[in-house]
């Protein structure tokens, strides 16, 4: 059998071995070892695909990703959450949705502070899920806020996506931290936008809040919002703009936040040994499965190109004949689909590799191209019918949500999520300005 033959059947196998139910890591592992024995023989097969394991573990911008989980796991565990959704609800709860408002703004902010999609949307979901049903909220309306503010993990920095895909696509961190910015600011004011339009047009799916829930002095508003909020965001700011500046690698950024963390934990009186026991250990739990898939995906690909996989995709492309056009919508296409089906960093360490030589030939801007990718990722996150939102808020909603009300709930917000990418590609400055500017 010929290289080519090979290297075409090797999606189907690891797709059915997926589909089975085997773990998508061990899934790429497996075909990876077995398409490779043709390749190597037995004997250099397990040498050469130790290679593979080398690279990724001599990946300097890896390290940061056990610290920005660690960094994430604190706050989660901590109270700051709530604190920060009691400030949110202070300041919006008087204006139509205030309660879904409240929630979508702490996930802007945690998304920041996490870099873990789900994370996010189940930390923010267990705060704002009873408020929101207590005050008789539209299932809907509750569930879209918190799948579609959950997403946000996946582009405000410091994502760990941004940092796999940089990675991976060999694009400097601090260039792609930078690029996500304004697209982020973007769809979270969209989708900020959205819910005060339905929440005025449909007054009943958001009944207002008491007001004597919000009869305080402004000068102790002020003083629990400098207490509350202040402290996480001054952490955020420091850790990505340490990257953005230049001041800091971003391993060094990571570290800063993750010690910045505990230090809240120990000024917030939140400090507990049991409680740093738990994030250390859910720190491991994440990444020893995120690093897992990254060497899965790198053996996975690198053994697809070694079967002439990459002339097979070359073959197609040229056949297709699509034009530079065509092209990215092609290859946005199928991250689209295949973010459906997989999690994120498996869409990004096999697609990635293969997208990236036909970039610079059709003239597209490999920056450019990772925001867009981003920007599919995270819809696909909330798209149903697969959407893995919709999994992760099963497991926090109470149980008379039913599944056609999440589904009916995120709609507009992937909406909000395309028009971003649509605004992205015609409008490329909104992705590229600020990398240069920071340059």
């Known amino acids: 059998m010929s ?33 490779s024995i043709p390749f190597f ?107 579609a503010g959950g997403s946000l993990g996946t582009m405000i920095p410091p994502s760990i996506v941004v940092i796999i895909y940089a990675s991976v696509a060999q694009i400097p961190v601090g260039d792609v931290l930078a690029a996500v910015i304004i697209p982020s600011g973007i769809m979270v004011a969209l989708f900020i936008l959205w819910i005060l339009l339905y929440c005025t047009i449909r007054p009943q799916a958001a009944p207002r809040i008491d007001p004597s829930e919000f009869d305080m002095p402004l000068s102790e508003k002020l003083k629990l919002t400098v207490t509350a909020l202040i402290p996480p965001l001054l952490l955020i700011c420091a850790v990505v703009g ?23 934990n120990v000024i917030y009186r939140d400090f507990t040994w049991k409680g740093l026991w738990g994030a250390a250990y859910k720190t491991v739990v994440i990444t020893s499965m995120i690093l897992l898939i990254v060497v899965g995906g790198t053996m996975f690909t690198s053994v697809f190109r070694l079967q002439g996989g990459g002339m097979l995709v070359t073959d197609l492309v040229r056949a297709l004949d699509f034009g530079p056009t065509g092209l990215l919508l092609l290859f946005l296409g199928i991250v689209f689909v ?25 003239g597209i801007d490999p ?24 999994f992760y808020l099963r497991g926090i909603a109470p149980p008379d949500f039913r ?14 999520q395309l028009l971003t990418g649509v605004l992205v590609y015609f409008w490329p400055s909104l992705a590229l300005w600020l990398p240069v500017v920071l340059r």
């Open 3 to 35: 290289a080519m033959p090979l290297a075409a059947w090797m999606f189907p196998a690891a797709f059915v071995l997926i589909f089975l139910g085997m773990p998508v890591s061990l899934s790429l592992i497996v075909i990876a070892v077995a398409f």
């Open 41 to 147: 023989g037995v004997e250099l097969a397990g040498l050469q695909l130790y290679r593979f394991v080398g690279s990724v573990a001599n990946n300097y911008a890896l390290a940061a990703v056990p610290l920005f989980v660690f960094m994430g796991a604190v706050l989660e565990n901590s109270g700051i959450g709530r604190r920060v959704f009691e400030v949110m609800k202070l300041w919006l709860g008087r204006l139509p949705g205030g309660l879904a408002l409240a929630a979508m703004s702490m996930c802007a902010v945690f998304a920041a502070g996490t870099g873990i999609v789900g994370a996010v949307e189940v930390m923010v979901g267990l705060l704002a899920i009873p408020a929101m049903v207590a005050n008789k909220y539209e299932k809907s309306l509750i569930s879209g806020t918190i799948c």
């Open 242 to 264: 340490s990257i953005l500046a230049g001041i800091a690698a971003v391993t060094e950024a990571a570290a800063v936040g993750a010690a910045g963390a505990v230090l809240l």
């Open 338 to 362: 295949m973010g459906a089906l997989l999690d994120w960093v498996s869409v990004v360490l096999i697609c990635i590799p293969l997208f990236m030589p036909f970039l610079a030939p059709a």
């Open 367 to 390: 920056l450019w191209f990772a925001i867009l990718v981003i920007v599919m990722i995270q819809t696909s996150y909330v798209t149903p019918p697969m959407a893995p939102s919709i």
């Open 403 to 416: 599944t056609i009300e999440m589904y009916k709930g995120v709609i507009p917000f992937v909406a909000c």
